[in-house]
C-alpha cells in the first residue's frame, strides 16, 4: 500500500537545524511532487513547499525562503526537509503529503500524509 | 489571493446534517479537498475534486462548490465524525504554491 514513513522526533536548540526524512513505498517515488506542512501545537495546518522527486525542483512558501531546504534521494525513494535557524516558534508537528493532481481539471489533492515528525525548538 | 477561511468551530446533533464552508477566491479556479484530523493523528483526506471520496471513507461525507465557496457535508453526523477539517486548494495567484484554511472543529453534540 502507499505510505510515506517519516523519521523520529527531534529536539533541538534554537539556532540549530533539524532535517526530517520521510520514505516513500507503494509507489513510483518520481512520480508525484512531495509537499511538507507543519502543525504547531493547538494550531491549523501550515505549508511550507513542495519538491518534485523527478527534477529536484523546489518551491517554498515566502515565510521560509531562505531557511528551509527541500532534497531527495531517488534511489531509496526518500524526501528530506530541513529548516535551518530555528526558533521557539518552530516547535511543531511536521508532515510530508504526497500530492497528487489532475491539472487540466483544477483537482489537487494530498494522499496519503506521513505519521507527523514531532520539532522541539528549547533552550 | 492566498487565504481560504473557514468558521473556527461548528455543532451539529448526533445524526443530522452539518455544512462546513470554506471561502477564497483561488476556488472560483481550483476545486478544494478536504481533511480530517483527530487529535494526536494525521489528516486524511476524506473529499477531493467536485465530490469524490478515497476508498475507505463513508458516504455520509460529500463535497460541493460553488463560487468561491466550497463545502463539505456530513449527512447523518456520527460520534466518531468529531474531528478538526482542514479544506485546501492551489493558490491562484500563479505561482504554484499551495494554500489551506483554517480549519474548523466539529462538536457532535
Known amino acids: 500500500q502507499v505510505q510515506l514513513v517519516q523519521s523520529g522526533a527531534e529536539v533541538k536548540k534554537p539556532g540549530a537545524s533539524v532535517k526530517v526524512s520521510c520514505k516513500a513505498s507503494?509507489?513510483?517515488?518520481?512520480?508525484?511532487?512531495m509537499h511538507w506542512v507543519r502543525q504547531a501545537p493547538g494550531q491549523g495546518l501550515e505549508w511550507m513547499g513542495w519538491?518534485?522527486?523527478?527534477?529536484?525542483?523546489?518551491n517554498y512558501a515566502q515565510k521560509f525562503q531562505g531557511r528551509v531546504t527541500m532534497t531527495r534521494d531517488t534511489s531509496i525513494s526518500t524526501a528530506y526537509m530541513e529548516l535551518s535557524r530555528l526558533r521557539s516558534d518552530d516547535t511543531a508537528v511536521y508532515y510530508c503529503?504526497?500530492?497528487?493532481?489532475?491539472?487540466?481539471?483544477?483537482?489537487?489533492?494530498?494522499?496519503?500524509w506521513g505519521q507527523g515528525t514531532l520539532v522541539t525548538v528549547s533552550s | 489571493s492566498s487565504e481560504l477561511t473557514q468558521d473556527p468551530a461548528v455543532s451539529v446533533a448526533l445524526g443530522q446534517t452539518v455544512r462546513i464552508t470554506c471561502q477564497g477566491d483561488?476556488?472560483?479556479?481550483?476545486?478544494a479537498s478536504w481533511y480530517q484530523q483527530k487529535p494526536g493523528q494525521a489528516p486524511v483526506l476524506v473529499i477531493y475534486?467536485?465530490?469524490n471520496r478515497p476508498s475507505g471513507i463513508p458516504d455520509r461525507f460529500s463535497g460541493s462548490s460553488s463560487g468561491n465557496t466550497a463545502s463539505l457535508t456530513i449527512t447523518g453526523a456520527q460520534a466518531e465524525d468529531e474531528a478538526d477539517y482542514y479544506c485546501?486548494?492551489?493558490?491562484?495567484?500563479?505561482?504554484?504554491?499551495?494554500?489551506f484554511g483554517g480549519g474548523t472543529k466539529l462538536t457532535v453534540l
Open positions: 475534486g467536485k465530490n
Open positions: 503529503a504526497r500530492n497528487v493532481r489532475i491539472a487540466a481539471a483544477g483537482i489537487n489533492w494530498f494522499d496519503p
Open positions: 485546501n486548494s492551489r493558490d491562484s495567484s500563479g505561482n504554484h504554491r499551495v494554500v
Open positions: 507503494g509507489y513510483t517515488f518520481t512520480g508525484y511532487y
Open positions: 519538491i518534485n522527486p523527478n527534477s529536484g525542483g523546489t
Open positions: 483561488s476556488l472560483r479556479s481550483y476545486y
